[in-house]
């Protein structure tokens, strides 16, 4: 790479950054005065930096790569995917045997005629009872914590009728197994109205709130979207329920009794929603005698604890059980990351992506899954890696300069291009272990 591309590269990334901030305020402004033009502006300035980002990536690939190193990620991506999918299964089925052996859990295959006991199945996108035939899943696994039934359910979102399994089975099962695979965590509780507690995305808050609407994470509106297209949802009719404040404005409620909704969300339960950056992920929704959240991907062993614990949590809040022995079972759980879990067979050790998300927590960031942290880290390496061989070749001449009449130009911009990869490296790393709180939000929410 020669002092020219560099600066090419440059002025094409600066170029995609400055039409993404303009669309942003451009959006922002439509939002906040109801500007269609404004819109519209702001749609080409994003498509401009698409395009821009694009253009810039492509030239640096072209330059930067010869044809062995392209040979060998073209062949060496589809074995990577390969062993992904041969491991996802085999990790899987291994901590399912595990927490099933002894009697601590059991486990169910959507392929026999065994079904949970309790909860709810998928079916046509909607919650169903386990003993209605038209329901679909490929796993599930049922377990008791702390005196808290527990359910874990893996299911595809184009997954047939339990009768018609066979024949469905080929290459659309395939793609859907890849892209189509959800999972549905529950906790028993006992039987109240339906409750659908959803956050808002960030567009429906501006379009709501305007200017007042709050930061918005276009990343965390994704994987909200991502989550919510396989989702279950109850069988009964609900209405909406207004709240004001903060909690109006991040999260929508709908009920099919809007006085229990009302005595359910106390504000002591609004500002733990509010605390958690989880909760804006997913819908919470109770109904037929369990509390659930659906997320996109495969069941795992920390999905299942994660999602269960919080669930447990909110639910030790509500001061409306019927039930009094379920009340103050919820309410002596010990539901620390730690804790939650460590009567089955569950293993102690804990992952980075606990850690991680640990941190998040705290700073009011969204938990990051696996394979998110493995892009984000092979992204940073990458980023890291090129930026550290550009920015130091003038102490250990990595790249030394063609006598082209450009040596002066490639001595200045190829280390200016070493530390600007350098420094998006660290602003792509930097959210994975600060524990300072981001703008992206409710900050009040603690202070309530």
């Not at 942003?24 to 109801?34: D, E, L, P, T």
Request: positive net charge.
């Amino acid at each position: 790479m020669s002092g020219y591309q560099a600066l090419i590269l440059l002025a094409g990334y600066a170029l995609a950054v400055g039409c993404l901030a303009l669309g942003v305020r451009w959006n922002n402004q439509a939002a906040a005065y109801q500007d269609r033009r404004r819109r519209t502006l702001a749609g080409v300035a994003y498509s401009a930096a698409g395009l821009a980002a694009s253009a810039a990536t492509y030239y640096w690939f072209s330059q930067a790569w010869n044809p062995v190193v392209v040979a060998v990620i073209f062949s060496g991506v589809p074995l990577l995917l390969g062993w992904w999918i041969w491991w996802r299964g085999f990790a899987q089925t291994r901590w399912m045997d595990r927490l099933a052996a002894r009697g601590r859990a059991q486990y169910f295959s959507g392929r026999l005629p065994d079904r949970p006991t309790f909860g709810l199945l998928p079916g046509a996108g909607r919650a169903r009872s386990p003993d209605d035939w038209g329901v679909g899943f490929e796993a599930a696994i049922s377990l008791r914590t702390q005196g808290v039934d527990v359910l874990g359910v893996q299911y595809l979102h184009l997954q047939p009728p339990a009768d018609q399994v066979e024949p469905w089975r080929g290459t659309l099962a395939k793609i859907s197994d890849l892209d189509g695979t959800f999972s549905l965590v529950q906790v028993r509780t006992p039987e109240i109205p339906a409750l659908i507690i959803r956050p808002r995305t960030g567009r429906e808050r501006q379009e709501a709130y305007g200017k007042d609407a709050g930061s918005i994470n276009p990343m965390d509106d994704a994987r909200y979207t991502r989550n919510m297209i396989g989702a279950i949802r109850p069988t009964a009719a609900t209405e909406p329920v207004e709240f004001s404040g903060e909690f109006g404005k991040w999260f929508e409620v709908r009920a099919a009794d809007p006085e229990l909704a009302q005595a359910a969300l106390t504000p002591q339960v609004r500002r733990a929603l509010l605390a958690d950056p989880w909760f804006r992920l997913g819908d919470v929704m109770f109904s037929d005698g369990v509390v659930w959240t659906t997320r996109f991907g495969r069941l795992t062993e920390a999905r299942l604890f994660d999602a269960s614990r919080r669930l447990t949590a909110l639910a030790a809040l509500m001061p409306i059980w019927p039930d009094s022995s379920f009340a103050a079972t919820v309410q002596s759980a010990d539901t620390s990351v730690d804790s939650w879990g460590s009567d089955t067979e569950r293993r102690r050790r804990r992952s980075l992506v606990d850690k991680i998300n640990e941190r998040r927590t705290i700073a009011l960031r969204t938990p990051v899954s696996g394979p998110s942290l493995l892009m984000r880290l092979v992204l940073v390496l990458a980023l890291g890696a090129w930026g550290f061989v550009w920015a130091t070749n003038p102490l250990f001449d990595w790249h030394q300069p063609q006598a082209d009449g450009t040596e002066d130009l490639d001595r200045v911009m190829l280390p200016v291009f070493g530390v600007v990869m350098l420094l998006l490296a660290y602003l792509l790393l930097r959210p994975l272990y600060s524990t300072k709180r981001s703008s992206a939000g409710p900050h009040r929410a603690s202070r309530v």
